[in-house]
């Protein structure tokens, strides 16, 4: 189960309607008035949040350290499910195994299809299976690192559990953080789902192959992004037909040296 925000074994949901505050819950459902609970049971809550993203925030700075004396530029790739992720891995792989070392972690709830594809694609690979948590935290990574083993001076890729939300609250130690949205998902995600963008470095816009075909306006999407994070850099790319890959493999270059 994931503790920060209740998703899993207990399928507590919460809601929010405007001028109300409802949940459900997994054995029946009620509607009722919790716009008074802080200070009751809610305050609880938030101190076991408050509880585990500084023993996450404590474990990422372990991850930070052991990067950093080993000379590995880490990056976490986060996202909606399907934007991408893997295939931008799949095609850097490929691209650039010559003459770089690259090393990934992959995070899903179930099945190793991504780590299998990562292996295709000639990159060493270790699988994280969350289960029912919806996003990595440093522990695991820790744990993946150590098995994967990443050589000095390489690229570690963290493949994060496709979902805009959990992920962007728990730091993995990363040198870097990546967020990709995809042309299908709408421009006005980093409105909705601002954390995200507020915490990354790079946002890459993939599949704009499909531009013709789908109601997603780029500039809009910049603008949204940069709204929520002023500093956030820019890459417009298609994984399939590899338009815009050269301005990601000259970023990813730079940043390594
Ligand atoms: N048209 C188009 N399709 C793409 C592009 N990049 C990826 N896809 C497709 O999008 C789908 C999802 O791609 P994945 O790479 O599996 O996405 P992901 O973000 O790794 O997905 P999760 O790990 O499940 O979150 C696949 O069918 C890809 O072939 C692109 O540039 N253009
Ligand atoms: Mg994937």
């Known amino acids: 189960m994931c503790g920060t925000c209740g998703c899993g074994?207990?399928?507590h949901i919460t809601y929010s309607i405007p001028g109300q505050n409802s949940h459900h819950h997994g054995n029946g459902s009620h509607n009722h008035d919790h716009t008074n609970d802080i200070g009751?049971?809610?305050?609880?809550?938030?101190?076991?949040?408050?509880?585990?993203?500084?023993?996450?925030?404590m474990k990422a700075e372990r991850n930070r350290g052991y990067f950093e004396a080993l000379n590995i530029f880490a990056l976490n790739l986060v996202s909606s499910p399907g934007s991408g992720k893997t295939s931008l891995l799949e095609k850097t792989i490929k691209e650039l195994r010559d003459n770089m070392d690259l090393f990934i972690i992959e995070g899903d709830q179930q099945t190793s299809n991504d780590a299998?594809?990562?292996?295709?694609?000639?990159?060493?690979?270790?699988?994280?299976?969350?289960?029912?948590?919806?996003?990595?935290?440093?522990e695991m990574v820790n744990v993946a690192a150590k098995q994967l083993k990443p050589k000095?001076?390489?690229?570690?890729?963290?493949?994060?559990?496709?979902?805009?939300?959990?992920?962007?609250?728990?730091?993995?130690?990363?040198?870097?953080?990546?967020?990709?949205?995809?042309?299908?998902?709408?421009?006005d995600k980093p409105l909705k789902y601002p954390t995200m963008?507020?915490?990354?470095?790079?946002?890459?816009?993939?599949?704009?192959?499909?531009?013709?075909?789908?109601?997603?306006?780029?500039?809009?999407?910049k603008e949204y992004a940069s709204r929520v994070n002023n500093n956030l850099e820019f890459i417009?790319?298609?994984?399939?037909?590899?338009?815009?890959?050269?301005?990601?493999?000259?970023?990813?270059k730079e940043k390594c040296k």
């Not at 009751?40 to 925030?57: C, P, V």
């Not at 594809?117 to 990595?136: D, M, Y």
């Open 116 to 138: 299998d594809r990562i292996s295709a694609a000639g990159a060493p690979v270790v699988q994280v299976n969350t289960g029912n948590g919806c996003h990595l935290d440093a």
């Open 197 to 221: 963008f507020q915490t990354a470095q790079l946002c890459i816009i993939n599949k704009t192959d499909l531009l013709p075909y789908v109601d997603f306006d780029i500039d809009k999407a």
């Open 9 to 11: 074994e207990d399928n």
């Open 152 to 187: 000095d001076n390489s690229v570690l890729f963290i493949e994060n559990v496709g979902n805009l939300v959990c992920p962007s609250m728990f730091d993995l130690g990363e040198t870097s953080r990546i967020v990709i949205i995809s042309t299908t998902e709408g421009e």
């Open 40 to 57: 009751k049971g809610n305050a609880k809550e938030i101190q076991l949040e408050i509880d585990i993203l500084a023993e996450n925030n």
């Open 236 to 252: 417009s790319l298609s994984v399939k037909t590899g338009d815009g890959m050269d301005s990601w493999y000259k970023w990813l």
